[in-house]
């Protein structure tokens, strides 16, 4: 059975983007997939720099996130929106695993046929959806496959009711139909 990761790009004890990524898990545990959610904040890392890794390689945080992309199949991102861009630790994150803990290893293995799905939490007006777009564009990059249906919750402070479930019965809908296109996605590729 295809293996999901489902996490958000935001460390925040009451992050928005962790309160979706928590919902999207559990509608996909409840369609029967094989699905694990993680928080990046277990994963903590410094910033990439070049003399490091020459020094002493990937961090261990670096290289136990990279195991999990590498024995799953199919992930996906709730993004906040930094400046109109993906937010550091998430880009950061990203980063490090895809480089090469040896010289023999072939390229971006974390990524080459992965499939992921993208969603977005804002309290602003436009929901992250300007962070999905670089987002998008640098997984395609690095031989993933995005698929095409996405959410970007916009005024977010007012989405969550007091079980941090989604009160709009739109938001649940696209939700749902994200993570069955992951789901479907994910199956046809990878069995
Ligand atoms: C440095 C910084 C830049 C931000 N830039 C944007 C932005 O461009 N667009 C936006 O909608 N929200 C922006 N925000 C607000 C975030 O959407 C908000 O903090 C959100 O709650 C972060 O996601 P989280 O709740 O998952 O942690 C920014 C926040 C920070 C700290």
């Given at each position: ?38 928080d ?14 020459d ?100 005024f ?27 789901i ?8």
């Open positions: 059975m295809t293996k999901l990761l489902f996490f958000a790009g935001s460390a925040r004890k009451d992050s928005y983007n962790k309160k979706l990524a928590r919902i999207a898990h559990q509608l996909a545990k409840s369609s029967g997939a094989d699905v694990t959610f993680i990046l904040k277990d994963f903590p890392m410094p910033i990439y720099d070049g003399d490091l890794e020094a002493s390689g990937l961090p261990e945080n670096a290289k136990k996130l990279k195991k999990l992309f590498i024995e799953h199949d199919g992930f996906l991102i709730a993004s906040p929106e930094y400046n109109s861009s993906i937010s550091p630790l998430l880009k950061n994150s990203l980063d490090w695993i895809s480089r090469k803990e040896t010289a023999d290893e072939p390229g971006l293995v974390a990524f080459t046929g992965k499939v992921f799905a993208l969603v977005a939490a804002s309290p602003g007006g436009f929901g992250g959806l300007r962070g999905l777009v670089p987002l998008r564009m640098m997984l395609e990059n690095v031989g993933a496959l995005v698929i095409p249906t996405q959410l970007a919750i916009s977010v402070n007012k989405a969550f009711n007091d079980q941090d479930e989604l009160t709009d019965e739109n938001h649940k809908k696209v939700l749902t139909s994200v993570v069955k296109q992951l479907d996605t994910c199956t046809k590729i990878h069995g």
